[in-house]
């Protein structure tokens, strides 16, 4: 595992050095993410959240294509309220909630499919997701940590402020974070709004 953390973040320090080698130019993203769990994560956690940031550069290696890199946060919680468990001939009550904690590490690549006033892309995202689970039943919880292999394909668009240097970015994000020997697959898909800055 710590050889693969190794890897993952020489390929996201390669790709973000490799951006400032392009024709010019980039992008710089500060986005606040929302998150819709799908798949095993759903079943964890079904509630949407809407605490989460991500900021991400772009570098621009022919007219139309960037690589980069992304750092983000997001926290997905349910609150289950008084709950009644039974295991066996054991009852146990307590007040129930769930949390996630994910923070993805990624490197990116995009294609721009124009570069006029309003800039739609396509890219994905390869990297890994740090994911902190904790399960409570009154003060006792269950907490898994891992690191998990992931992707995070996406499309949105760049609107550009007039004719500054600055506009809006919305894009839509599968993530998902393969699942590892002690801990389950997670995905879900998120919906990202913030500010872009183009140099």
């Not at 500060?30 to 991500?54: A, V």
């Not at 396509?122 to 990297?127: E, F, N, P, Q």
Request: hydrophobic share 40%.
């Amino acid at each position: 595992m710590k050889k693969n953390k190794i890897l993952l973040t020489a390929i996201f320090t390669i790709l973000i050095g490799a951006s400032s080698f392009g024709q010019g130019g980039g992008v710089w993203n500060f986005n606040w993410n929302m998150g819709f769990p799908m798949g095993d994560t759903k079943d964890f956690i079904g509630q949407p959240t809407f605490r989460g940031f991500s900021v991400e550069g772009r570098g621009f290696v022919t007219d139309n294509i960037t690589v980069g890199g992304i750092g983000a946060w997001n926290v997905f919680y349910e609150n289950f309220g008084w709950t009644t468990l039974k295991e066996g001939t054991r009852t146990i009550y307590g007040y129930k909630r769930r949390y996630l904690n994910v923070m993805p590490l990624m490197a990116t690549a995009h294609y721009y499919f124009s570069q006029g006033q309003i800039q739609p892309y396509a890219g994905v995202g390869l990297g890994t997701y740090y994911i902190e689970s904790r399960d409570f039943m009154g003060i006792y919880y269950i907490q898994g940590k891992e690191w998990h292999f992931g992707f995070a394909p996406e499309v949105g668009v760049i609107m550009p402020f007039g004719s500054g240097n600055t506009g809006m970015n919305i894009n839509f994000k599968y993530n998902m974070a393969a699942k590892t020997k002690d801990q389950p697959s997670y995905s879900w898909l998120g919906i990202n709004i913030g500010i872009s800055y183009m140099f």
